[in-house]
């Protein structure tokens, strides 16, 4: 959720990166970085079948970013 800024730098965020594979929110209140507590960028949420939260500040590296997905996929 690439959402500090404007709409178009949000959407230059997203090619810079190579990140477009996936859905992002624009949070233009800020609203979903207070609810979870998000002081910067990076940072991931992952919210598995039963609701349950897991916050990770920071950079994940692509195994275990991939490893975390595959895990939320099979609960």
């Given amino acids: 959720m690439p959402s500090r ?3 178009k730098e949000v959407q230059e ?4 990166y190579s990140v477009n594979a996936f859905p992002h929110i624009f949070d233009k209140n800020l609203e979903i970085w207070k609810n979870y507590k998000i002081p910067s960028q990076p940072a991931w949420i992952f919210v598995d079948a039963e ?7 920071g950079g994940l590296q692509l195994g275990e970013l991939r490893s975390r997905i595959s895990d939320l996929s099979t609960s």
Avoid: M
């Fill in 5 to 7: 800024g404007g709409l």
């Fill in 13 to 16: 965020f997203i090619t810079a």
């Fill in 51 to 57: 609701g349950n939260e897991e916050r990770v500040l």
